[in-house]
């Protein structure tokens, strides 16, 4: 039985799921097993994955989502430990051992991450110094740290190691929860388990700013459904952090707002603005949407008109 379970799910990635497999076989530590799960891909994926067995177990499944697709990993695992790579991601070749003589020290730990090396570029280049440091100016999260994480999420999936049994206590991936869902695992496993870090980068991630902008609002809605939802399941953090809680949600309601806004859905703009307010109950709240927003009013108000008069004049334009 292997002592490790690597985890890729992968949809449509043809062109990097190469490099993410050879970077697992490439590992110093050699007691694993490799689970990619196939997402219902399109292209060539397959064909690509092909010349990797009998290396790799693989699972082809209807398309449902990275978090499906894990879910369906960690069925199929039968290692003590969890790691999880994305298609897209690669690892240096000390990762696993590294992380597996941490968590075997230290009994505690549910979860053990690692720094990241991020890459605007599409081609992993060969020098290891390919990109910026994750946590070169930011500090990493260590020990006890249920309320550090629900207030910020440092964590980058690619990057974690963890218990298979973890998930006995926090459940499985929420696919309504994409494309965060992974968040609300960390911030479950921290309410048992303390968690750690390796000053190291062991990890090349491939930086897609344009995905998240173009899911944004997908992706600040549910930010705030995992916060509300953790709040609700663990009423004593929420205790814990009192102000502190409402003020994350609040700010996420207020980014969403925002987003609304730069779409001139006025309606739902307001909406969250108003959830905001009446979380926080401050006087400052309504001058900082007001203020932070006018520029934003100033873009959208010529194009809310053009697309009114679209409306009432179809035979414009």
């Not at 980058?156 to 695992?185: A, H, N, Q, W």
């Not at 979380?279 to 194009?303: A, E, Q």
Request: hydrophobic fraction near 40%.
């Amino acid at each position: 039985m292997p002592k490790v379970s690597v985890i890729i799910p992968t949809y449509n990635c043809e062109r990097f799921i190469s490099d993410a497999i050879e970077s697992v076989l490439g590992q110093t530590f050699k007691d694993y097993e490799m689970i990619v799960v196939d997402d219902g891909s399109t292209d060539n994926t397959a064909r690509v994955l092909s010349q990797f067995s009998p290396k790799i177990k693989y699972i082809y499944q209807s398309n449902g989502g990275p978090a499906k697709a894990r879910n369906t990993g960690i069925l199929n695992a039968q290692g003590k430990y969890i790691a999880f790579l994305d298609a897209d991601d690669a690892w240096l070749p000390d990762k696993l051992k590294m992380q597996v003589e941490y968590l075997e020290r230290n009994n505690n730990l549910g979860l053990v991450y690692t720094d990241v090396y991020i890459l605007n570029n599409r081609r992993f280049t060969a020098s290891k110094q390919g990109g910026v440091r994750c946590f070169q100016r930011r500090p990493p999260f260590r020990g006890k740290v249920c309320q550090e994480l629900f207030l910020d999420n440092p964590i980058m999936t690619s990057s974690v190691l963890m218990r298979k049994d973890c998930f006995e206590k926090t459940g499985l991936f929420k696919p309504l929860l994409s494309p965060i869902e992974d968040y609300d695992i960390w911030l479950r496993t921290a309410v048992f388990y303390e968690m750690d870090f390796i000053d190291i980068p062991l990890v090349k991630y491939r930086d897609y700013t344009g995905t998240f902008n173009k899911n944004v609002i997908l992706t600040l809605t549910n930010i705030i459904n995992t916060l509300n939802g953790f709040l609700t399941d663990y009423p004593a953090v929420a205790n814990l952090l009192g102000k502190k809680a409402k003020q994350r949600v609040a700010l996420h309601y207020v980014m969403l707002g925002k987003r609304y806004l730069l779409r001139a859905d006025f309606r739902k703009a307001f909406y969250n603005f108003n959830l905001a307010q009446r979380l926080t109950k401050s006087i400052v709240l309504p001058f900082y949407i007001f203020f932070s927003s006018f520029f934003d009013c100033l873009m959208i108000i010529p194009r809310y008109f053009k697309n009114l008069i679209y409306k009432v004049m179809p035979g414009i334009g």
